[in-house]
Structure formats: C-alpha cells, structure tokens
C-alpha cells in the first residue's frame, strides 16, 4: 500500500509539474508566471531609483545623457543626432516595449500568432486592406531620404539595444501573461505605426452605407438627408477667406452608377461625435502679448497611454513634447520658437471601387474598356495552436480588394460575374511623414512650418502653429486627391477610369488663414472651408458644435493666459442643447405627465447646459435627445442585414427646427401619422421612465457623472489594468469630449516669449509597467482638469530640482 501511494505520490507530483509549465488556452503556464526569480514578481518597481545610472550600448558615437524628472519623462541631450534618435529609440523601448510591440502586430496583421484565432478577422482584415503594402511604401519613401533613413534606423538600434540586454525576468508582465517573447524592432515598424494612426483616423467609411441609402431611398431623399453642406457651420478657414491662388481645373464627374454586393457589408465605421480640439491665440488677446497654443487630440484612452513625453536636444535641435511610442521625434510640441499642434481633417482619402472580373479565377478585371492584369499577394497568417492561414488578396490598380464576392452556381440563364470591392487609400502610397516632424521640431518660423508640411501624407491633419514672431497660423494638410463633387460619397465605377484619382491639390494651395483679423485660429474636425474654396475635400465633417463653442469663446477673450486656455479645454458647454432645448421644451405639456416627468421637466428647463459631473439636466437632455433621434430615424435606418448611414445630428437639428410637418416624422411601424410634436413629447415620457425604472426618482442617482460611463482600459482590456470606472463630465459634442473610453489622450499649452513654457499631461503614466509608481501617476492630474509644467532644460547641465535621476549611456 505505502508502495502505492509512494507512486501516487510521485505521479500526482509529476503531473502538477507538468501542469504548471503547461499554457492552457489564454491561461500562461502558471509555473512560470509565479516563479520568484523570472515570473511576474519580478516586474515590481520601486519608486526610489539610483540618482546616476551608467550604462555601455553598441552602436552609440559618443557619449549620452538623460536626465529624468519627478514624471519619469526623459530628457535625452546627445552631442549628434544619430546617438539622439537610437537613445530615443532605447529609452522608449524601456519603458514601452510591449506597448510598442503589440500595436505593430495589431497593424501588420499578427496578432493570432500570440492570442489565437479570436482576432483572426482583424488580422485578416488588416492584410485585406493593404496595411502591410502600405508600411513597405512608406518604408521605401522613409530610406529614400538620406535624413530620415538615419533616423529610423537609429530609433531602431536603439530600441534593439534594449531588447538584446533583456532577461526572460524582465521581460514586462504582458509577454509573461500571454507567453511569448519579444522580437527585434525592425525599421518597418516605425512606418505601421503611421498605419495604425491612419486606420483610426482616417481608416472609416461610410460608403457602403451611403450606396445602401441611395438604393432604398433614392437619390433625391438622400441628398435631402446627407446635404454637402451643413445646416450650421463655422468652418476652420473663416467664412469669407479669400484664395490667393489660381485653382487647377476640376476633374469631369464619371456616369452615374449604383455597385452591388454592399448590403451585408459592415466597414469599419466613423464614428460621430469625437475628434480633437486646437487652437492659438494672437498676442492682441493674450496677457503678456505673444501667442498662446492649445491642442487636445481625442482618441482611444488607454494604459498605458498612446503617447509617450520626452524632450530631445542635440546640436540641430532641442524640442519638448510628445512622441508614438515606436517612432522617432516629437509629433506635438514644442521648441523655443515655434509651437504646433493637430487635429484630424476627416478628408475624403479612402475611396471603394466595384470591381469586375472575367471569371472565377479573378486574374484578369475590367477596366477601361479592356481586361487587364490582376496582381497576387499572398498572406500567410500564423495562428496560435492551428495551421497557418493562407489567403491570397488581388490588387487592382486602385488597390487591394478587401472584399469578393463567393463562387455560386448562377441560375438559369444568368451569368455569374465575380465581383469585388477594391480600396483606394491614401495610406497605401510611398510617403515620409517622419521628416515633416524632422523639420517641424526644428522649425524657427512659418516658412519653416509650410516647408515642414509638404512632406506629410496621412492621415491629413489641421496642423496649428504658433511663434515668437507673433505669428499663428492653421492649415487642413495632407496630401489630398484631386477629384469631381461627391466622388467617392458612394461606391464607385471601378472599370471607369473617370473615378481614378486625377492627380493632387497643390500643398500651397491646401486651405490656410495666417494671422487673422480675429485674432484666433482653430480647429474641432469641422468643415475646413466654406464653399468658395474651389476643391473638394469631403461631403461630411464632424459636427460643428465644439468648433462653435470654441470660436465663440476665443471671440470674446481679452488677456488670456495659460490658465484661460487650461480651463476652456474642460469646457463643458453644450451648442447642440443651446440650438435646440427650447424648440423641444414647447412641445411639452406638463398636464399630460407623471410627477416624475414633470419634476425632471422642471430641472430640464433651468438646466445651465452644461455637461457638469453633477448635473442631472445633462442626463435628462442626453437621454431624451438620443430617444428622439432614434425615434426619428430607427424604423427607416435600423434595417437588419442592410447596413444604412442615419443622416446626422446637424440634418436631425434642422428636421426639428424647420420643418415640424416633414414626413420623416412619421413612425411606420404605427398606423397613426407622427409630427414632430408627437416624437419629441413621446421621446420625453420613455426618457423619463426609463431613468426612473433604472436609478430611481430624479435626484442623486441622475448625477451625469454617475450615468456616463467613463474609464481608462489597459491597451489589451487586462481586469485590475485599468481605472474602471469613474465619474466625469464632458461628452462628444463638447470642448471636453470625454465619452466612455475616448476622450483627450493628451492636454497641451504652450505659452510662446522670450521663454516659452509648455504644459500638458495625459491619462496615464509614462511608464507602460503596471508594477511602476509611474504606471498612472499623472492620471488624477489629467482627471482633475490640470496640467503639469513641462521641464525644458537649455543643457545637459542646466541644474533643476525636478531631476530625480541621471542616465548616462556610453
């Protein structure tokens, strides 16, 4: 017996030990991970460091030093740009690899290789659509310049150094939980971070939509709904602008055309209601009479943070700001001369073309009244624990085509034709955006700032810029195809060559207001121009609200200072509720209510229109605004297996403030005939019933704050990452554009003079390690509306009390 159990012993032992090395589905081998010499004990850090670090890489020319401050943000002073760029590239690495590592994959279409096949469409749709092909374009235009070249493969030995001197107990906990190891930076990886920021700024698509609206309504509803020109509007370039240039000519509109196959089509969408805000005062309304430059970029709110702080100072430069953590230089920021911040264009540069193909083996296509050749690229997609995905995308010359139609048996008597959808991206073509922020962190004035924007593609950006020669400037830039009205508004003709790309708009003559009479510029992603300027951007811009409320308040402000700027970008004030709160409020009648709608009636109506933490109007309005839009348009627009575009909030406004007797108003799944009066007043009573059977009578529980869900994720959703939730106020549609888990991912002030000051902060930390005191030491800052002095040292010397460590690299 003790024989037995001796055995049993062992076996039960053997095969715990065989248990714990082993990864079962997304669960890392639990040995390994809870092993006190390489596991995830040892990604703890304490917050006291070594006050002098000396360290000895390959690679560097000369010697290194990096002074970090109280935020962990380093100061990197180099003796030429080649050690500049490859100690940028390390001290990124070490704080950010995996960050840096799985944003790559995510672009490249890697991701299955470490997680498995839950992200294989994603993987799939990311080679579908050309993001590889445009990296290796890019990548050719970033080796072709000489300056850049030296720059990303600088960045790129750098971040290998660090990678090369790593441990398996030191890799950062995200490669222990999902067991894999970190693999060498390659200078392509530079360029798919420019991809992944194109796909999220301007990677959506609202055509197959569009094309499904045309179908089912027709083309004079639709351009009723969808108008190329807003209701209200206060564009970018201020109305009245004039054009200094003499326009080349614009392309003919091709036959119209109406493509197939869209119907079960979901694209990635464009998202309403988000976006970025900037602006620059003049020295006429600030307090010490130089300009003054804000600029919050919204986007997804993560830790650790899509942004990464760091000055770089070498003998051709000295720039304080924020970089992409895995690409060189500082993109938002500042020097001691010039200021520059962006916010997305939203331009039209992704285009869907309906392709022919002769047959079932799609080698040859129709174009031009001819075959011609189809190219064939081959994706190899690795999937963890499963045999490689093997798919073969077709490339016409407008692009790759993401999506095809499967072979069927045609019914009697018909043909079957394959058709597909192939795209046309602006982020598919040889490009060197790096050396716009090459010349931009070393830009003296706005010639520089012009000659610096002549070398950025995508994703077109409102680049805002301010100096100390007193001068302020915006300009929509990119590099923008030239092209007929409303091309690309629907899917289009892919055999005419009519609805080819006819060349580009010249960069000088891409909008730009310098020094305006008004004394501002500034951008919230609206329209760029009124609609005198002679070219065609886009049909559709984010919604003019934000823009409005900023312009409105610049208009008016007089001795402004940082502070000024610091507390509008928490501007909780809401247009939308201003232009339509009292329209809607007298449709209401309070003898038809409950005394819960009547009570929430009152607090609507007094309600200051503020997104405030503690408002309870701003729920009651959010809630009824939504239900009455949704009533609106959700029996026309919500239609199963066919993806519509609902028209917009603007179109909606204009609906209730013009025409109280339109048939849209009409419910069609009811046998009475709606008004406006109607929709708006049952939009109300389900409102209000719903907050009471969710939270209770109007009170505490209706706080905004409390409603909203608002949180900061880790990058990979990891439980116990992130914040979880907590209470805030702003919302789309506000300066303070905070919804759910998108929102300011970096707050900038930059005070220009005699001795420019930089503020800012994101949501976050500037370490990517959860173990860190430095993981999310700035968040409470960013969440509270404040911003951090930004440390700018003349020299590697230049003595400060906020220094807190030295690293020197020989």
Same mark, same amino acid.
């Given at each position: 017996?003790?024989?037995?159990?001796? @055995?049993?012993?062992?076996?039960?032992?053997?095969?715990?030990?065989?248990?714990?090395?082993?990864?079962?589905?997304?669960?890392? #081998?639990?040995?390994?991970?809870?092993?006190?010499?390489?596991?995830?004990?040892?990604?703890?850090?304490?917050?006291?460091?070594?006050?002098? /670090?000396?360290?000895?890489?390959?690679? @560097?020319? %000369?010697?290194?030093?990096?002074?970090?401050?109280?935020?962990?943000? #380093?100061?990197?002073?180099?003796?030429?740009?080649?050690? @500049?760029?490859?100690?940028?590239?390390?001290?990124?690495?070490?704080?950010?690899?995996?960050?840096?590592?799985?944003?790559?994959?995510?672009?490249?279409?890697?991701?299955? /290789?470490?997680?498995?096949?839950?992200?294989?469409?994603?993987?799939?749709?990311?080679?579908?659509?050309?993001?590889?092909?445009?990296?290796? $374009?890019?990548?050719?235009?970033?080796?072709?310049?000489?300056?850049?070249?030296?720059?990303?493969?600088?960045?790129?030995?750098?971040?290998?150094?660090?990678?090369?001197?790593?441990?398996?107990?030191?890799?950062?906990?995200?490669?222990?939980?999902?067991?894999?190891?970190?693999?060498?930076?390659?200078? +392509?990886?530079?360029?798919?971070?420019?991809?992944?920021?194109?796909?999220?700024?301007?990677?959506?698509? *609202?055509?197959?939509?569009?094309?499904?609206?045309?179908?089912?309504?027709? =083309?004079?509803?639709?351009?009723?709904?969808?108008?190329?020109?807003?209701?209200? /509007?206060?564009? =970018?370039?201020?109305?009245?602008?004039?054009?200094?240039?003499?326009?080349?000519?614009?392309?003919?509109?091709?036959?119209?055309?109406?493509?197939?196959?869209?119907?079960?089509?979901?694209?990635? /969408?464009?998202?309403?209601?988000?976006?970025? $805000?900037?602006?620059?005062?003049?020295?006429?309304?600030?307090?010490? &009479?130089?300009?003054?430059?804000?600029?919050?970029?919204? @986007?997804?709110?993560?830790?650790?943070?899509?942004?990464?702080?760091?000055?770089?100072?070498?003998?051709?430069?000295?720039?304080?700001?924020?970089?992409?953590?895995?690409?060189?230089?500082?993109?938002?920021?500042?020097?001691?001369?010039?200021?520059?911040?962006?916010?997305?264009? %939203?331009?039209?540069?992704?285009?869907?073309?309906?392709?022919?193909?002769?047959?079932?083996?799609?080698?040859?296509?129709?174009?031009? $009244?001819?075959?011609?050749?189809?190219?064939?690229?081959?994706?190899?997609?690795?999937?963890?624990?499963?045999?490689?995905?093997?798919?073969?995308?077709?490339?016409?010359?407008?692009?790759?085509?993401?999506?095809?139609?499967?072979?069927?048996?045609?019914?009697?008597?018909?043909?079957? +034709? #394959?058709? &597909?959808?192939?795209?046309?991206?602006?982020?598919?073509?040889?490009?060197?955006?790096?050396?716009?922020?090459?010349?931009?962190?070393?830009?003296?004035?706005?010639? *520089?700032?012009?000659?610096?924007?002549?070398?950025?593609?995508?994703?077109?950006? $409102?680049?805002?810029?301010?100096?100390?020669?007193? *001068?302020?400037?915006?300009?929509?830039?990119?590099?923008?195809?030239?092209?007929?009205?409303?091309?690309?508004?629907?899917?289009?003709?892919?055999?005419?060559?009519?609805?080819?790309?006819?060349?580009?708009?010249?960069?000088?003559?891409?909008?730009?207001?310098?020094?305006?009479?008004?004394?501002?510029?500034?951008?919230?992603?609206?329209?760029?121009?009124?609609?005198?300027?002679?070219?065609?951007?886009?049909?559709?811009?984010?919604?003019?609200?934000?823009?409005?409320?900023?312009?409105?308040?610049?208009?008016?402000?007089?001795?402004?200072?940082?502070?000024?700027?610091?507390?509008?970008?928490?501007?909780?004030?809401?247009?939308?509720?201003? %232009? +339509?709160?009292?329209?809607?409020?007298?449709?209401?009648?309070?003898?038809?209510?409950?005394?819960?709608?009547?009570?929430?009636?009152?607090?609507?109506?007094?309600?200051?229109?503020?997104?405030?933490?503690?408002?309870?109007?701003?729920?009651?309005? *959010?809630?009824?605004?939504?239900?009455?839009?949704?009533?609106?348009?959700?029996?026309?627009?919500? +239609?199963?297996?066919?993806?519509?575009?609902?028209?917009?909030?603007?179109?909606?406004?204009?609906?209730?403030?013009?025409?109280?007797?339109?048939?849209?108003?009409?419910?069609?799944?009811?046998?009475?005939?709606?008004?406006?009066?109607?929709?708006?007043?049952?939009?109300?009573?389900?409102?209000?019933?719903?907050?009471?059977?969710?939270? &209770?009578?109007?009170?505490?529980?209706?706080?905004?704050?409390?409603?909203?869900?608002?949180?900061?994720?880790?990058?990979?959703?990891?439980?116990?990452?992130?914040?979880?939730?907590?209470?805030?106020? &702003?919302?789309?549609?506000? =300066?303070?554009?905070?919804?759910?888990?998108?929102?300011?991912?970096?707050?900038?002030?930059?005070?220009?003079?005699?001795?420019?000051?930089?503020?800012?902060?994101?949501?976050?930390?500037?370490?990517?390690?959860?173990?860190?005191?430095?993981?999310?030491?700035?968040?409470?800052?960013?969440?509270?509306?404040?911003?951090?002095?930004?440390?700018?040292?003349?020299?590697?010397?230049? #003595?400060?009390?906020?220094?807190?460590?030295?690293?020197?690299?020989?």
């Amino acid at each position: 017996m003790k024989f037995i159990k001796a @055995l049993l012993s062992i076996a039960l032992t053997a095969l715990l030990i065989w248990a714990l090395d082993c990864k079962f589905g997304e669960i890392p #081998p639990i040995g390994a991970f809870l092993n006190p010499s390489t596991g995830f004990w040892q990604n703890a850090e304490s917050k006291h460091t070594l006050a002098t /670090e000396n360290l000895k890489l390959p690679g @560097l020319l %000369d010697k290194v030093i990096i002074r970090y401050d109280d935020n962990h943000i #380093p100061h990197i002073f180099a003796k030429n740009d080649h050690d @500049l760029y490859y100690a940028q590239g390390f001290v990124t690495a070490r704080d950010r690899l995996w960050e840096m590592d799985i944003q790559t994959r995510e672009a490249s279409g890697r991701l299955s /290789e470490i997680i498995g096949s839950k992200t294989l469409d994603l993987d799939r749709y990311h080679r579908r659509m050309g993001m590889v092909y445009g990296a290796e $374009n890019t990548l050719k235009g970033i080796m072709a310049n000489p300056v850049t070249r030296v720059m990303v493969n600088a960045y790129t030995d750098g971040v290998n150094s660090y990678i090369h001197q790593l441990a398996p107990k030191d890799y950062p906990i995200e490669f222990k939980l999902l067991d894999y190891e970190p693999e060498e930076w390659k200078p +392509i990886n530079c360029a798919y971070l420019l991809k992944l920021m194109s796909e999220t700024l301007a990677g959506g698509s *609202d055509q197959f939509a569009m094309t499904n609206n045309l179908k089912r309504f027709g =083309i004079k509803d639709v351009n009723d709904l969808f108008p190329d020109y807003p209701f209200h /509007e206060d564009p =970018i370039i201020p109305v009245g602008t004039k054009w200094d240039f003499k326009p080349l000519p614009t392309p003919k509109p091709s036959a119209g055309f109406i493509a197939q196959m869209t119907e079960g089509i979901q694209t990635k /969408e464009i998202t309403p209601g988000v976006g970025s $805000n900037n602006w620059a005062i003049s020295g006429s309304k600030s307090a010490t &009479g130089y300009p003054i430059l804000a600029n919050d970029p919204h @986007l997804n709110l993560t830790f650790p943070s899509i942004w990464y702080q760091v000055q770089l100072s070498s003998p051709t430069v000295n720039v304080n700001g924020v970089s992409l953590p895995g690409a060189p230089c500082i993109i938002i920021g500042y020097n001691q001369s010039i200021s520059w911040g962006v916010t997305n264009v %939203d331009a039209d540069v992704m285009d869907w073309y309906q392709v022919k193909f002769k047959d079932n083996t799609k080698n040859e296509y129709w174009y031009n $009244n001819q075959w011609n050749k189809v190219q064939k690229r081959v994706e190899v997609i690795k999937v963890l624990n499963q045999k490689d995905i093997v798919d073969t995308v077709l490339y016409t010359h407008q692009g790759p085509v993401v999506y095809e139609t499967t072979d069927k048996k045609p019914a009697k008597g018909s043909e079957n +034709i #394959p058709v &597909g959808n192939a795209l046309r991206w602006i982020a598919h073509d040889e490009s060197d955006e790096f050396m716009c922020f090459h010349l931009l962190n070393r830009g003296k004035n706005y010639a *520089d700032y012009r000659k610096a924007l002549t070398y950025f593609t995508a994703p077109a950006q $409102n680049f805002i810029f301010a100096s100390n020669d007193k *001068d302020i400037a915006i300009t929509p830039n990119g590099k923008f195809p030239l092209k007929f009205k409303d091309q690309g508004k629907f899917i289009l003709d892919g055999s005419d060559p009519a609805n080819d790309w006819q060349g580009w708009i010249p960069a000088d003559q891409n909008p730009t207001v310098k020094n305006p009479l008004r004394g501002f510029v500034s951008s919230a992603n609206q329209s760029s121009t009124d609609p005198s300027y002679p070219y065609y951007i886009n049909w559709r811009f984010e919604q003019y609200y934000r823009g409005k409320r900023i312009n409105d308040k610049l208009s008016v402000m007089k001795n402004a200072t940082v502070d000024s700027m610091r507390r509008m970008q928490m501007d909780n004030y809401s247009i939308l509720a201003q %232009d +339509i709160l009292p329209g809607m409020l007298k449709y209401l009648d309070t003898t038809k209510m409950t005394a819960e709608q009547i009570n929430a009636f009152h607090i609507v109506k007094i309600w200051d229109k503020h997104y405030a933490v503690n408002s309870i109007g701003a729920t009651i309005f *959010d809630d009824w605004w939504y239900n009455f839009y949704n009533e609106v348009w959700g029996d026309k627009f919500d +239609i199963k297996g066919t993806y519509l575009k609902y028209p917009s909030y603007d179109r909606t406004e204009k609906l209730l403030l013009t025409e109280p007797n339109s048939k849209w108003f009409d419910n069609s799944t009811t046998p009475a005939k709606e008004t406006c009066a109607d929709i708006v007043a049952q939009s109300f009573y389900n409102s209000v019933n719903e907050l009471v059977h969710k939270h &209770g009578k109007p009170g505490p529980k209706w706080q905004w704050g409390l409603i909203k869900q608002t949180y900061v994720n880790h990058l990979a959703n990891l439980p116990g990452f992130g914040t979880g939730i907590f209470a805030a106020g &702003g919302r789309g549609g506000v =300066i303070n554009a905070l919804r759910n888990g998108n929102g300011p991912s970096w707050r900038m002030v930059v005070q220009m003079g005699p001795n420019v000051k930089g503020y800012g902060v994101f949501p976050g930390g500037e370490s990517g390690n959860p173990g860190s005191f430095y993981y999310n030491d700035m968040f409470n800052t960013w969440k509270n509306g404040e911003l951090n002095e930004l440390l700018f040292l003349r020299s590697a010397t230049e #003595p400060s009390v906020r220094v807190k460590t030295t690293l020197v690299l020989n």
